[in-house]
């Protein structure tokens, strides 16, 4: 059953619960609760793009649903999380500037792609973006500008389907024209060009963006936008594609897109989800019967390192875009700390087998009115999403960490954009390992899922960095979310001991040298 929300609030409403005494290195259980932690400061693998979700405002025309509480919210998701990622919603674009029904009135702005009339475009989404979300998250380093998905014929650009049918080559233009104004508009408006734009959110799996369209229409569209966006000036934009529902059929896009030479040049990250819903790594459950107990599943994992593999012939980073159990799907409660330690797992195997360099949850923030109206036919209750970062009641003021945002902050708030992916090893199979190396801080980062029932006395080994000052860092279990471990001494200069709690999640910063 879940808890209550005033007891939730209080550990809810910040990443680390900084009050009080925190817990320490501690008495040594016996040696067979030992376990063997190497890190390996010499061999690294990826850089860190970093964690993210899709952001939203959730100002809508009846109003802005955070209300006085989005300035809190924002804190809790780019503060105290440290997100430092997301695909960005800035709505619906090609509509007349003068709409009073944004949706209702959509159309294309004229006949001619190749020409765009300002009076057929709308920029009250992009500045409510900026203006609710972007600019208040500046104050927390949040800097990134990954736009998109800018293509969803069913939804935004409904009025493109007859042209496909009548006259693909114009519909490419004029899907590049949709593309290459609302970036214009960023550039000159506001003074920001991304580095990265999301073109689709499956476009041929999952939502079908593209409406019935093909593997190669979307080669076709990254090179007609691409292609256009060059011409017009863009000349290091690239695209986050082909975020498709599922890890096998994102590999198979994804290897379309950079096996053509044109639309290669054109790809800057390939993103992928975790679907179906109660797959492998949509549904915590299953994520603790496999990946937690040491044995993760072959298939899942064959299709992450398909997508490593493929990122790696290319010299393309990889990023989980999206994942979430589905509304109302949930396995376990609100409050339970097995979602924390699944999700913590989860982003270890996307480090570790497809070679990520980012990791997304859902949305970045959901609120309860918003639930309601969107689930208002379905019933779907406001705390079954733990997949989003931070959930707002509008009713009490409530803001509350999901599981997703604790298992992210656990990563994200120490281990910057820029950090390297260090190797580590674990002597037991159900105590996971990630590790990272800041080197701007001077610093290793240590996150460790103890998913054995008893706790583990963390023998951290250093190879190749010597320790250089109190380590520090948060601790999940039990009722503690995310506490800060009070600094203590590292045992000696190559070696860090630390008891971790039974099924917890423990981030280690390790200063050196």
Not at 372 to 396: C, K, M, N, P, Y
Not at 434 to 452: S, W, Y
Request: glycine residues 10%; negative net charge.
């Amino acid at each position: 059953m879940l808890v209550s929300l005033s007891v939730l609030t209080a550990a809810a409403c910040s990443a680390a619960d900084v009050g009080g005494p925190g817990p320490g290195p501690g008495p040594n259980p016996s040696a067979a609760d030992t376990t063997l932690i190497v890190i390996d400061n010499a061999t690294t693998y990826q850089v860190v793009d970093g964690f993210g979700a899709t952001t939203i405002s959730l100002n809508f025309t009846d109003g802005d649903h955070l209300g006085p509480y989005r300035s809190a919210a924002i804190k809790v998701v780019y503060g105290d999380l440290g997100l430092s990622l997301g695909t960005i919603d800035f709505g619906l674009v090609e509509t007349p500037a003068n709409a009073t029904d944004l949706f209702g009135q959509r159309a294309n702005d004229n006949a001619d792609p190749m020409v765009a009339n300002p009076a057929g475009f709308n920029y009250t989404g992009p500045d409510e973006i900026r203006s609710k979300v972007l600019i208040p998250a500046a104050a927390y380093g949040f800097s990134d500008l990954t736009l998109g998905p800018f293509i969803s014929l069913p939804y935004k650009l409904s009025w493109m389907l007859p042209i496909r049918t009548a006259d693909y080559s114009r519909y490419l233009d004029e899907a590049a024209e949709n593309v290459l104004v609302t970036l214009q508009h960023w550039r000159d408006a506001y003074g920001q060009t991304p580095k990265l734009i999301s073109l689709f959110n499956e476009p041929t799996s999952g939502n079908t963006e593209l409406a019935g369209g093909s593997t190669q229409e979307v080669v076709d569209l990254v090179k007609r936008v691409g292609d256009r966006l060059r011409a017009a000036g863009f000349a290091s934009i690239k695209f986050l594609v082909p975020n498709e529902e599922t890890m096998a059929r994102s590999y198979q896009v994804a290897q379309a897109i950079l096996a053509d030479p044109a639309a290669r040049q054109y790809v800057g990250a390939i993103g992928y989800h975790g679907y179906p819903y109660g797959s492998v790594y949509s549904s915590p459950r299953r994520i603790l019967e496999t990946s937690g107990n040491g044995t993760p599943d072959p298939a899942a994992r064959q299709e992450m390192e398909q997508l490593k593999a493929l990122g790696q012939q290319y010299g393309v980073p990889i990023w989980m875009t999206e994942i979430t159990e589905g509304p109302g799907n949930a396995d376990y409660n609100f409050d339970a700390i097995e979602t924390i330690l699944a999700r913590a797992i989860h982003i270890h195997d996307n480090f570790e087998y497809a070679g990520g360099s980012a990791f997304f949850g859902m949305n970045e923030l959901w609120d309860s009115k918003s639930n309601a109206e969107h689930f208002a036919a379905r019933g779907i209750a406001f705390l079954s999403d733990h997949s989003s970062i931070a959930l707002v009641d509008v009713g009490t003021g409530a803001i509350l960490t999901t599981g997703m945002g604790f298992a992210i902050g656990h990563y994200a708030y120490w281990v910057k954009p820029g950090a390297l992916r260090i190797a580590a090893t674990s002597a037991k199979p159900k105590v996971i390992v990630t590790a990272f190396r800041d080197q701007v801080n001077k610093r290793l980062i240590l996150v460790a899922v103890n998913n054995e029932a008893g706790e583990q006395l963390l023998r951290v080994s250093l190879h190749g960095a010597a320790a250089n000052g109190e380590v520090t860092g948060d601790q999940t279990n039990g009722a503690l979310r995310r506490r800060i471990i009070q600094p203590f001494a590292a045992e000696a200069s190559d070696s860090v001991n630390f008891v971790a709690p039974g099924r917890s999640v423990i981030t280690l910063v390790i200063p050196i040298a």
